[in-house]
């Protein structure tokens, strides 16, 4: 089946530094992604909706220049947290959909990024 | 906006069926989904349900939908500790593409 992947699992940085996490759809191509964040205990929030080639849309409320989002290929998407905040600590989650055997019409999930700021 | 909405915790025995709840407020949902979120890990889809289908059983899941009250259930027969998780509901309207909005989560327990 359809597998996304997000690297790294679990990062740790100072603030003010930035910190980029990638997803990749290993085994379709991925038309559209989604990234996620999810604060402990609560559900998932969109961010942002990137289709490949064009500019992420962001939902209302996220800083597209602190969520800095890259969909250059069919199989990979970034997100860079810029001079990252210890607000910033949260859990990333993206999402892929898109076309081929796998990935045709299922939305399937990273495994998510944990993000800690110090 | 959509809304989604579920219980915070239920506990069960081991053995025993759960049944998680959801209600949700956008009535042109086409898709209603169940996803499993086990600890520090991303979702896995359990389950889906079209909005014309009120109810689907795969295993050990059944999905129940009440289009009218705009309620959805799963249930799970035969709990198993290994079912101790995170259960989302989440809902996709006709507009947005692909887009979820997700309901608040409930923290499944099972105790022996």
């Known amino acids: 089946g359809a597998v996304v992947s997000q690297h790294p699992s679990w990062v740790i940085c100072k603030s003010g530094t930035s910190v980029k996490i990638e997803c990749r759809s290993l085994?379709?191509?991925?038309?559209?992604m989604f990234w996620y964040r999810q604060f402990p205990k609560q559900s998932l929030m969109l961010m942002a909706t990137s289709n490949e080639g064009s500019k992420a849309t962001y939902e209302q409320g996220v800083e597209k220049d602190k969520f800095l989002i890259n969909h250059a290929s069919l199989t990979l998407s970034t997100l860079t947290v810029t001079s990252a905040h210890p607000e910033d600590s949260s859990f990333y989650i993206c999402?892929?959909?898109?076309?081929?055997?796998?990935?045709?019409?299922?939305?399937?999930f990273g495994a998510g990024s944990r993000l800690t700021v110090l | 906006g959509e809304d989604v909405e579920q219980s915070l915790f239920l506990s069960v025995r081991e053995g025993d069926s759960s049944v998680i709840n959801c209600t949700y407020t956008?009535?042109?949902?086409?898709?209603l989904y169940w996803y499993k979120q086990e600890p520090g890990a991303g979702l896995q889809l359990l389950t889906y349900i079209f909005s014309n289908m009120d109810m689907k059983q795969d295993q050990r899941l059944t999905v129940l939908l009440n289009k009218k009250d705009k309620h959805l259930s799963l249930r799970i027969a035969d709990t198993q500790t290994g079912d101790s998780a995170i259960y989302f509901c989440?809902?996709?309207?006709?507009?947005?593409?692909?887009?979820?909005?997700f309901g608040t989560g409930t923290q499944l327990k099972v105790e022996l």
């Open positions: 999402s892929a959909i898109g076309v081929g055997t796998s990935g045709a019409n299922v939305l399937t």
């Open positions: 085994d379709f191509q991925a038309t559209t």
């Open positions: 989440a809902e996709r309207g006709t507009g947005g593409g692909n887009k979820l909005t």
């Open positions: 956008d009535s042109s949902s086409t898709y």
